[in-house]
């Protein structure tokens, strides 16, 4: 279940955020590639390969966007959506987006790793970008 606002649970998914850096590798990673290759699609297509690695995935899609139903920050609805999506948090967390996509990020072996993320990747890191440049 998603969780927002208050209660124990929320602050310690909050908490697990702010400490999983010490899970970050202490060498170099090479920059990503690949996903910006990849078309812009639907919250909705962007997530479809990742119901293997992530079985609940397309309900929490589902939620975030009709949580993000006409965004008054300049993004459209499926880019809105994506960072609503990477934000939330449900059980078990080991399938939870954030958790996994942050896992899969830190991997030694990550380029191979990331192909079944890359139509996400595409729409999320647009959707980051677009957003700072509406706040610019």
């Known amino acids: 279940m998603a969780t927002a606002g208050g209660g ?3 602050t310690i998914q909050r908490i697990l955020r702010i400490t999983d850096i ?3 590798p202490l060498r170099f990673i090479a920059p990503i590639g ?3 290759e990849m078309p812009l699609v639907s919250l909705e297509k962007a997530v ?3 119901v293997s690695i992530l079985p609940a ?3 929490h899609a589902y939620v975030a966007k009709q949580m993000c139903d006409s965004p008054a920050d300049g993004l459209t609805t499926d880019e809105s959506a994506s ?3 990477y934000t939330m ?3 078990p967390l080991n399938k939870c987006l954030y958790v996994v996509l942050n896992d899969t990020l830190r991997s030694s072996e990550r380029q191979q790793k990331l192909k079944p993320w890359y139509l996400f990747l595409r729409l999320f890191l647009s959707a ?3 957003r700072h440049l509406c706040i610019l």
């Open 89 to 91: 948090g449900w059980e």
């Open 22 to 24: 010490a899970d970050e």
């Open 48 to 50: 479809e390969p990742l």
């Open 128 to 130: 980051l970008f677009r």
């Open 34 to 36: 690949g996903y910006e």
């Open 57 to 59: 995935v397309q309900s």
């Open 8 to 10: 124990e649970e929320a």
């Open 83 to 85: 960072i609503m999506l």
